[in-house]
């Protein structure tokens, strides 16, 4: 059994069985360990599937697998169960951050608008005894701002020697692992240094959150909630900013789905709450997102970003041209008959083998392609609508949609707590603190792909 996503004629698994590599990992809560009653021990059955997750080379590796496994409710309910015994010095603050795209999946699962849903996630999670509840748009403003500032940068040293352009998105964890693992060099240099959303939640979780909070990273224990299966693995790379270097940023990721199972099982008494923020008492004012149909929207904020700065172009709403199929669009900036930008939006690996395709015959027209590993972007990460046999549930996948465009639009340049972060936590906008908190290097894969071992 291949992941899904694999692209090797032969998978390099051959000593298991199908059974084992479809075999799910139980999830127990340290209440059904203890033989304990109480308050957990209806939260005990999310299921990992590590043949739903990975895009990687040839399927996850054996270890892997087992650290992958290792992302679970488990750790997150012993740490939990730790913090109601006498003893401190085992203590840990639990902080949760939800990822923008999984609060519509609450909200259409439980029939809610998306406020009541988010206060109704973060009063069930305090109720078991998390201490913090965070959005992580604010990371994602961050990337975003960053890979603007590296696209207008790279268009302007562009020469046909050193070619800088395209630049493809590395927000998705499928795609850089596909992209580091299979595609190695020439793909490789053309991917976004910016971090993930994820990665630069963590480091401002472990970094400037524990420092404001008096506290040493490793007492912070950070959970993120995601839509996808991929920021499981992505968990277990993350380095942090941080004086002791042994610490990650993120130390669980439990899906969306995994999440509404313990919420749909529990009989824990549930009050409403306000999402919190990385600055103390300050209450999350309102639900905001960025300009995408179903993701961070990496397209749209840096080709207005990119039309204003390298052309003095203000582009108001922009207007997509599906070409292949509704998950590989066009957007261009036009003036005179001459194409100034080509931006492409590719999702899925069928569009994303299409693109790297073009890219090695060094016929690629675009100057910037937002990468998803999903097809239909975030939202539709198979880790949230999910039907009982593991298909994508469209009924509520549409909702989804409706309720995620109703989420007021706001561009991260317009984020006052963003610049604040800027000066008080990283000393300025192109401060040495800024790549080293916010971008990353990539690695080549251990031997290049052979084009002959790829289906395209």
Known sequence: MKCEHCTRKECSKKTKTDDQEN???DVPSPAQENGEKGEFHKLADAKIF????LACDSCVSTEEGIQVSQQNAKDFFQVLNLNKKCDTSKHRVLAVSVCPQSLPYFAAKFSLSVTDASRRLCGFLKSLGVHYVFDTTIAADFSILESQKEFVRRFRQHNEEEPALPMLTSACPGWVRYAERVLGHPVTPHLCTAKSPQQIMGSLVKDYFARRQNLSPDKIFHVIVAPCYDKKLEALQEDVLTASRGSRGTDCV???????????QS???????ALDTLFGDVKEEEL???DGAGSDGYLAHIFRHAAKELFNEDVGEVTYRAL?????QEVTLEKSGEVLLRFAAAYGFRNIQNVVLKLKKGK?????????????GCLNGRGQAQTADGRTDKTLLQKMKGIYADIPVQLPEASIHVQELYQE???????????????TAYQGPGRPADSRDIKW
């Not at 590590?50 to 997750?53: F, H, R, T």
């Not at 439990?254 to 919420?263: F, P």
């Not at 009989?267 to 709450?273: F, G, K, L, N």
């Open 23 to 25: 075999a799910s990992v």
């Open 50 to 53: 590590l043949s739903d997750c």
């Open 254 to 264: 439990l899906t969306s789905g995994e999440i509404a199972q313990m919420m749909e």
């Open 267 to 273: 009989d824990v008494s549930v009050r409403e709450a």
């Open 288 to 290: 905001r997102r960025h």
């Open 324 to 328: 292949r199929n509704k998950d590989f």
């Open 364 to 376: 690629f027209p675009y100057h910037f392609v937002e990468v998803l590993a999903c097809a239909g």
């Open 425 to 439: 936590w990283l000393d300025g906008t192109d401060s040495p603190r800024v790549q080293e908190a916010l971008h």
